[in-house]
């Protein structure tokens, strides 16, 4: 079993002053005010007709840029390359936006046709009485309706009043052929006139594409090159993956929903695969909305219900393939967004710039987790939308057991252990959380409740860990052993990491104990596990039982080694008290003192410095070094004689000469 261990760290730099010192070098998020962002809101609202098109163009850049590179990269001018691109792309869109068109009217053409087989549906439902009492009401209050308006409208003619014959009115149209040119004409001004604008800026945008980031670099980023460009990279990056690859899982997806229509006989089934395919840009609902309209045809074009079934069926097993194996596949979560997210972004735009902003919600999202993720006053996007950690591994696991809540940090415990190995997961992340709590408890907010909670927290945690801690005791196979440590250590060989064989611990018999509280038991209980894995024989005891008149009580005789953890650094004379009592109850122990520290090493030099001051077998900083300690086979180091004290002896008092003498 291997762990990996980081070197040239000091002694003095990890544990509770390492952490308060990270504490305090993040500098503090500054947010934008409520007023900014409100104006910034407002402006977008009401300047929808400017930015919208804006925004469309941008992303369509995003998504061409990488196919005008490619056609530059083979020997095509850039002009040509912008050109075939925009053109290419645009009429792809124009004979979408046609193929659409004849299928709708082919489609409201054949809706009368359909009438008979919904009525009979309808009837079957009202005769089998499935919805019976629904429909009948609904009859009831729709007959009750309409005879109250006919006994309003149709009033009987009084005899003084004669009774008044309808004349008959014929409206002349006298309309000019260029006022009914206007009214065909007019509709579609404004849709030809935005198509045309964005596709003018695309052109424009892919042309000075490079000028544009220089002078956006100019007027945001100048004074830090670096983080600019790299935003800029980034976003291209995301939105362009984000587009390529959401336009071919649609397509993957919409080519077999439009092949099964067809078999199933659905009229229009080209139709229902286009719009299948442009509504899965719509995250979550729009897959629904494409299922919802082939399914109410369905309905109508058969008198069954078989059909009904083979339609939704369809559509169920295209969407499970297509979001657990073609997405994960494609492009995966690379968006950089939480699911969470990814709704209240649709929720937000749709509302700001309608069904427009709702199939733009999600690359216009990315763009400002984007932002956020490269700069600081923005800081807020990221944490709010994006979908990495906020929380570091180790207070993430703090906070779960603050929060008095075990089985989730067991279950983010196990999620890091599928990567990682036991003593990596506590020298990593445990030991840190415990530390913030030692750290608490120094600040005077933590109180003696609470850090009992979070100590009884721990333990169960540990208690949780065993079948974990068993598999891996019992992993024999060295091809096995071997596959796993080359898995789980991948990443530390990444960083340049170094791996540290553990001994075995076989024939040996380790004593765990905590220094001074609950917490030091609860760190003692990690490495007790740790060492057990390792094949020892482990004891534990509590802070309680190292007092001067609980430790001759301990049951040393068949003990190998004595392990005594201290969460505060500033425990050395306790920690020298212990060793020579330990050392007194049993001559041939050894004693190590673990300090447990963030990173977990130390210089050596100074570790043995310290372990001959306080007259320890080994000192230790980390899981690690701890468990080397434990189980070695050096022999113990033997207990020093105490210094002497000087004892200062008062002069004796001078005798008086009698009086007589002195006269």
Excluded at 98 to 107: C, Y
Excluded at 584 to 612: D, Y
Aim: net charge negative; proline share 6%; glycine share 8%.
């Amino acid at each position: 079993m291997t762990a990996d261990r980081r070197n040239g760290a000091h002694p003095s730099d990890p544990g509770l002053g390492g952490i308060l010192s990270a504490a305090t070098a993040h500098p503090r998020m500054s947010l934008p005010t409520v007023a900014t962002i409100v104006a910034a809101v407002a402006a977008l609202y009401f300047g929808r007709e400017v930015f919208l098109p804006i925004a469309i163009a941008l992303l369509l850049t995003f998504a061409l840029a990488p196919m005008v590179s490619a056609l530059k990269r083979v020997g095509i001018p850039r002009l040509p390359a912008v050109i075939a691109s925009v053109l290419g792309a645009f009429t792809v869109l124009a004979l979408f936006s046609f193929i659409v068109a004849t299928q709708v009217s082919e489609l409201a053409q054949n809706i009368p046709l359909y009438q008979s087989n919904i009525l009979t549906k309808v009837r079957s439902l009202k005769e089998t009485g499935v919805g019976g009492g629904i429909i009948a009401r609904l009859s009831g209050v729709i007959e009750r309706v309409g005879q109250e308006l006919d006994r309003q409208e149709a009033s009987q003619p009084t005899a003084d009043e004669p009774e008044r014959v309808p004349v008959p009115v014929e409206i002349v149209a006298r309309e000019r052929p260029l006022q009914v040119l206007q009214n065909l004409i007019g509709p579609l001004i404004s849709p030809l006139a935005s198509a045309g604008l964005i596709i003018v800026v695309v052109i424009f945008m892919l042309l000075e594409r490079e000028d544009l980031r220089d002078r956006f670099i100019r007027l945001v980023g100048y004074g830090d090159l670096h983080r600019t460009t790299e935003a800029l990279q980034d976003a291209g990056k995301r939105v362009g993956r984000y587009l390529l690859m959401q336009l071919v899982v649609n397509i993957v997806y919409a080519v077999p929903i439009a092949f099964g229509l067809w078999v199933l006989g659905i009229p229009n089934a080209l139709l229902w695969g286009l719009l299948a395919l442009a509504l899965r840009f719509v995250p979550y609902i729009g897959p629904v909305i494409g299922a919802l309209l082939p399914l109410f045809l369905a309905l109508a074009v058969a008198p069954g219900w078989s059909l009904v079934l083979w339609t939704a069926g369809l559509f169920v097993v295209m969407e499970m393939i297509t979001g657990n194996v073609v997405e994960p596949w494609l492009y995966g979560s690379r968006t950089g967004l939480s699911p969470l997210a990814i709704i209240v972004a649709a929720i937000f735009w749709t509302w700001l710039w309608g069904p427009l902003g709702l199939v733009l919600s999600t690359p216009l999202t990315v763009c400002l987790v984007v932002l956020g993720r490269h700069v600081p006053q923005f800081e807020f996007l990221d944490v709010l939308f994006g979908n990495e950690p906020v929380l570091e591994p180790h207070a993430r696991l703090y906070q779960r057991l603050l929060a008095g809540d075990p089985d989730e940090a067991t279950d983010h415990a196990e999620e890091i252990l599928e990567e990682k190995y036991l003593v990596e997961f506590y020298d990593k992340v445990a030991i840190p959380a415990l530390l913030l709590g030692e750290q608490d408890r120094m600040r005077g907010v933590m109180g003696d409740e609470q850090r009992r909670q979070v100590a009884a927290s721990a333990q169960t945690l540990v208690a949780n860990l065993d079948d974990s801690a068993q598999e891996e005791a019992e992993e024999e196979d060295p091809a096995a052993a071997e596959e796993a440590g080359s898995r789980k250590n991948k990443e530390a060989e990444g960083e340049g990491e170094d791996d540290v064989e553990l001994p075995d611990g076989t024939d040996m018999a380790v004593l765990c104990a905590g220094g001074r509280g609950e917490l030091d038991d609860a760190a003692a209980a990690m490495l007790a596990q740790v060492l057990e894995v390792q094949g020892a024989t482990i004891s534990k005891a509590s802070f309680a039982d190292m007092d001067p008149a609980s430790i001759r009580r301990l049951e040393l005789d068949a003990v190998d080694t004595v392990v005594v953890g201290f969460l505060n650094r500033d425990s050395v004379k306790h920690a020298r008290f212990l060793v020579r009592r330990l050392k007194r109850v049993k001559t041939a122990l050894r004693v190590g003192i673990v300090f447990w520290s963030e990173n977990g090493t130390a210089n050596k030099e100074t570790a043995a410095k310290l372990a001959n001051d306080i007259n320890a077998d080994f000192v230790a900083y980390g899981m690690v070094d701890a468990v080397l300690g434990a189980l070695s086979s050096d022999p113990p180091v033997p207990l020093k004689a105490a210094a002497k004290r000087r004892i200062r002896r008062r002069p004796p008092a001078r005798k008086k000469a009698p009086l007589a003498a002195a006269k």
